[in-house]
């Protein structure tokens, strides 16, 4: 299955091959690659964005992209003068990009925060670190989504 | 009625790294769904997820629909003092929820 | 992992056309809870009740259990004191017969027969948030629990029509239950790992639904995908066929409040 296909277009694919026939109505446009950016430039702003610092641990292959778990931690001496001011995570190819941002200070102690996200495809995701000083990091992972095989009506 | 799951620690040495946990139940809507008659079902999510400890903001979760539903979250903070840690998760149509849990520092 | 569940499935026409190679029931020593076929990261959300989602439903069954309702203004409480202690090994034994019906009932059903009939309270609605809430509340007291059905005079013709509905091809892809989960647990159906279909862990958090669940709902979304019509909420097929999985699964440990893909 080529990487680029839509959830739709795999789902009506599968749905054929195992004579369901069509089990989902319309879905919605998705993002764009192009859109993440724009989306990300409006966090950054101009400044720079360096790959490093930032961890983004994710299943490799999701056993079903309605519940992925993540973990995000930056590097960070999580002092006052020292720390992460802000976690943002995206994604290309959901709906739209962005997924969340977490706002922490030294107060945090440690720059790590869990949660669990919804993927439309199989895609990467972005996160991109804040520190106190202005600077930007980043890190990506990529997360293969599989679907349920038994679905209901609506 | 929404209910929630927090985890915390009841005490803590100063100074200590302490892990939060918090579940609430939520369908989180995404709004980019379609009924079977194909109308669009309005998005419903919660937006904002605020920690405050003993009155200070300590952590914030701004929530998008990729969020799954009934959102979990693990956070952590610095046990600073003894008191309390104040959740608040508000969102679509008036969503709020506070739930407050203690915690012992010595 | 092993090299079965390694194996992709080709094509389900394929299974479904070589119904003459079936290797029969799984043999006891082999049955495997659907637990352990799913990801790490799953079971991990399985495993921690600070984590697992049904909690949240198993919580608010806490609070319902002790809430006062109906004409005679009765908590579950009151006649059936600290679920802990009372509601122990009970879910292990459902569905059990009813002397009044003459006929097996589900846990919800029991639940709702209590409601009716010992608090004059409206019965609730099959997954409604309550009923769900209950019954996850009801059967995590037998977490751990080894399943309890055995077969006898009385349950013997439900469980023969429930096991006669696990083994007979139906829907449009005249497909048999068996010849998934007996024949073919392990390997892939649309990227899924198939399971044994043992229901250990009902009402179970599927991350499908993005909530809890209970075991006739599950059911109905495999006659779906079978392209067969499903059977109503609470309709005897269903009870029978939960009867027959549960006395399948005898041994096994109540898992509840499960998670699954």
Known sequence: MNRETSRREFLAGAAAGLGLGAVIAVTPAHATPQEMQDAIRKVVGSAPVTKGRVKLELPPLSENGNTVPLTVSVESAMTPADHVRAIHVFTELNPQPEVVTFRLGPRAGRARVSTRIRLANTQTVTAIGELSDGSFWSATAAVVVTLAACLEDA | MANALINVPDRARRGEIVEIKTLISHPMETGYRRSQLGARIPRDIIRLLVCTYNGTEVFRAELHPAITANPFFVFSTVATESGTLTFQWTGDNGFSVTETAAITVD | MSGRARRLLVALSIVALAGASFAGEI????????????????????????????????????????????????ACADCHGDARAGMKGVAARYPAYDATLKRPVNLEQRINLCRTERQQAPALAYESRELLALTAYVARQSRGLPIDITADARTQPFLDSGRAAFYRRQGQLNLACSQCHDDHWGRRLAGNTIPQAHPTGYPVYRLEWQSLGSFQRRLRNCLVGIRAEPYEYGAPEMVELELFLMWRARGMAIETPGVRP
Do not use: C, F, H
């Open chain 3, 27 to 74: 043999p006891q020593a082999e049955r495997r809870s659907g637990y352990e076929l799913m990801s790490r990261e799953t079971r991990a959300m399985q495993d921690d009740d600070t984590a697992n989602p049904g909690m949240l439903a198993v919580l608010e069954g806490g609070a319902l259990w002790a809430r006062k309702t109906g004409a005679g203004g009765r």
